[in-house]
């Protein structure tokens, strides 16, 4: 069975500095996705950023990347010099080969400090 | 483009009425997603769909439940007869392909049942 679990359920950061949202992953399917979305407090769930278990390199986008350490199944989150709308529910999700549904974890809310 | 649409935003109804829920995909995506949000349980899959056809029900509550896609471009989520336990935010999804791609997920409906 699948599984995703995230530790964090509360995380500050200053503004400006970086912050790491941990997620571990469980999964015997030898391919699969790794992803983290972004919902505020208004509620849509927002993509940020993809990791394919066969990628070389840590995926990136803009502020954000991902840790991909995959001997320890893990894909942490990175987001550098945090801004105040990054305060939001953070969730880490996987999808494996056997169906198209994503497994969620419980999520970490972040907050920004000014 | 369009981003996934979902109808109405926001319902609140009296237990025992039917609740119709709608969502439109991105154009060209062909798997469509039905997630149901709540406390308790955190995020998890009702029913996905590829190219029309559905893949995947196992997450479907009860016989209460039911969803239909009868086109690329249009599905509908209905609970008939609603309960007090069915409020939730619902949220429709779509991506391309069965593969590991990312899915884009729509603003939600927040159901409540009174």
């Known amino acids: 069975a699948q599984k995703i679990t995230q530790t964090q359920p509360g995380m500050f950061v200053q503004e400006k500095e970086a912050v790491t949202l941990d997620c571990t992953y469980d999964?015997?399917?030898?391919?699969?996705?790794l992803f983290w979305y972004k919902q505020p407090s208004s509620g849509e769930m927002i993509f940020l950023i993809y990791?394919?278990?066969?990628?070389?390199q840590n995926a990136t986008e803009g502020r954000y990347s991902l840790n991909f350490q995959k001997a320890r199944k893990s894909a942490n989150l990175v987001i550098s010099a945090s801004q105040l709308g990054d305060s939001a529910m953070y969730f880490c999700?996987?999808?494996?080969?056997?169906?198209?549904?994503?497994?969620f974890g419980q999520g970490t809310e972040l907050s920004v400090k000014p | 483009d369009a981003g996934v649409i979902q109808s109405p935003r926001h319902e609140v109804t009296e237990m025992g009425q039917e609740v119709t829920l709608r969502c439109k995909p991105i154009?060209?995506?062909?798997?469509l997603f039905w997630y149901r949000q709540t406390m308790m349980r955190g995020l998890e899959l009702l029913i996905y769909?590829?190219?029309?056809?559905?893949?995947?029900d196992s997450g479907m509550p009860e016989d209460r439940f039911s969803a239909k896609m009868p086109n690329a471009s249009f599905s509908t989520l209905k609970i008939q007869p609603s309960e007090p336990r069915d409020s939730a935010v619902y949220f429709c999804?779509?991506?391309?392909?069965?593969?590991?791609?990312?899915?884009?997920f729509g603003p939600g409906t927040r159901l409540t049942v009174t």
């Open positions: 999804a779509s991506s391309l392909g069965q593969g590991l791609g990312e899915q884009y």
């Open positions: 999964t015997s399917d030898p391919s699969y996705g």
């Open positions: 990791q394919g278990s066969y990628d070389q």
């Open positions: 999700a996987m999808r494996g080969t056997q169906g198209g549904k994503l497994i």
């Open positions: 154009s060209g995506h062909n798997s």
């Open positions: 769909f590829n190219n029309n056809v559905p893949i995947d």
